[in-house]
């Protein structure tokens, strides 16, 4: 039997997600479309897979829920590998919410949300209950959302049940592709800061697919910055990348427009000197540390870190955030 979820000490209701040398050639293709892409994603983590177009996004997310069979390699949830897992199992412990809401027309906004619990033989009161618990979760009066068809919303409000949907069976880990792409930016906007309450929330492990960098920062715990083929360019923290990005490539798709999008951070040419120690040329390095900030920690950094701040967080570089928010380096 699968696990669904754990709530460990960190209360993450998700579960960890392995990718190991995971890879699709599809049919014809002389090259790899996802060419053996290996990483971990950890519990209660928001993850954003980001690159340019045809880099292999989708197609590695849609094998994590096996709608791609992957030629090669594996994907482990929770340790156990998905081609393992039953189908209805698999949907139940997966939810999938894409870029046009991938609502059925002919089914109302309650049937929409109520499919995953009916193929997994929910009776019928915990359906009506659950229903009705997704659209306040989402913000959709039950009232008058439950027996609308898609056609007779907004294009924001079928991204909010195409969610609802998603996480009806309340499966520990949610795929999202590009789940915001087809709204206008205002409500794009809107929706990111829902889904940024409801991860405060639920503590789901997210994989999410977007080619906008301002959404992959502002939603992820990390970023993975894509290449061709899937080949991961850079694995880390917005702040990471953003202060730190590890080549040309990942430079490229941070822009400068992109960074400074990000509220409080500011180049160190920037700062001005008031404050700041003086130092000397010769003095050495570690007793210039000391006492100095060194590293950024976010809270997910602290759940993870068990005991130890050694490995947590990330190395503070030539970046400074000015804002409050220096109370909370290390
Ligand atoms: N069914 C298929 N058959 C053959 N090739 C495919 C198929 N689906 C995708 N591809 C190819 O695999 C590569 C990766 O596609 P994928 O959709 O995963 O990229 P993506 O990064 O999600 O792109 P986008 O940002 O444009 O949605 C592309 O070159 C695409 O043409």
């Known amino acids: 039997m699968v696990e669904v979820g754990t709530t460990g000490a960190s209360g993450a209701t998700g579960s960890t997600i392995e990718l190991i040398k995971l890879t699709k050639r599809y049919p014809g293709s002389r090259q790899p479309s996802v060419d053996s892409v290996s990483m971990r994603i950890d519990a209660g983590e928001t993850v954003v897979f980001v690159g340019p177009s045809g880099c292999g996004k989708s197609t590695t997310l849609k094998m994590i829920n096996r709608l791609i069979e992957p030629s090669s390699g594996s994907v482990r949830i929770n340790g156990e590998e998905v081609t393992g897992v039953d189908p209805?199992?698999?949907?139940?412990?997966?939810?999938?919410?894409?870029?046009?809401?991938?609502?059925?027309?002919?089914?109302?906004?309650?049937?929409?949300?109520?499919?995953?619990?009916?193929?997994?033989?929910?009776?019928?009161?915990?359906?009506?209950?659950?229903?009705?618990?997704?659209?306040?979760?989402?913000?959709?009066?039950?009232?008058?959302?439950?027996?609308?068809?898609?056609?007779?919303?907004?294009?924001?409000?079928?991204?909010?049940?195409?969610?609802?949907?998603?996480l009806a069976a309340d499966p520990p880990v949610l795929l999202m592709d590009e789940p915001f792409g087809a709204v206008d930016p205002i409500t794009r906007e809107h929706l990111q800061d829902e889904l940024l309450r409801l991860q405060r929330e639920l503590r789901k492990t997210i994989v999410f697919v977007t080619h906008d960098f301002a959404e992959a920062i502002k939603l992820g715990d990390r970023i993975a910055v894509l290449r061709e083929r899937s080949r991961i360019a850079q694995f880390d923290t917005p702040e990471a990348i953003l202060t730190n990005p590890a080549d040309d490539f990942v430079s490229g798709l941070v822009g400068t427009g992109a960074a400074l999008k990000r509220p409080g951070l500011t180049r160190v040419r920037d700062v001005e000197g008031t404050g700041c120690p003086t130092v000397s040329v010769t003095d050495p390095p570690q007793q210039i540390l000391r006492g100095r900030p060194v590293k950024w920690l976010r809270r997910g950094d602290l759940m993870r870190a068990k005991g130890s701040l050694e490995r947590a967080g990330a190395e503070q570089t030539h970046a400074e955030r000015e804002d409050d928010e220096r109370g909370r380096k290390a």
Request: hydrophobic share 45%; proline share 5%; no cysteine.
């Open 88 to 166: 209805v199992e698999l949907r139940r412990k997966v939810g999938y919410a894409i870029q046009s809401s991938g609502l059925f027309p002919h089914m109302t906004v309650a049937q929409n949300i109520a499919l995953v619990p009916r193929i997994s033989g929910w009776s019928a009161p915990r359906i009506k209950a659950r229903v009705a618990e997704m659209l306040a979760l989402v913000g959709l009066d039950a009232g008058e959302f439950h027996d609308r068809y898609p056609r007779q919303l907004s294009g924001g409000q079928q991204q909010r049940v195409g969610v609802a949907r998603a």
